[in-house]
């Protein structure tokens, strides 16, 4: 499955999570947004969780109400080079 830069991102934050659930503001300074100002986090996780499903049929992560978002898959993150 490819994933586009800031789908990586994302997995790889909500991986290297020390707690299991990872808040919003956690995820966006993972891909190395401003909380503040970036408001697209929603449509890129969206984007991913159907990538995801599209390929497994199952889910990758899900949201935890007023919390933030926890992987429901393990996840090894490889790196690959072309």
């Not at 586009?4 to 503001?25: G, H, P």
């Amino acid at each position: 499955m490819k994933l586009t830069a800031i789908e990586s991102l994302l997995v790889k934050a909500l991986t290297l999570s020390s707690a299991r659930i990872c808040s919003k503001q956690e995820i966006i300074l993972g891909i190395g947004k401003d909380p503040q100002t970036y408001s697209g986090l929603e449509m890129s996780l969206s984007r991913l969780q159907n990538k995801f499903r599209n390929v497994f049929d199952e889910r990758l992560f899900r949201s935890v109400r007023n919390r933030g978002y926890c992987l429901v898959q393990d996840v090894k993150i490889s790196h690959q080079h072309n």
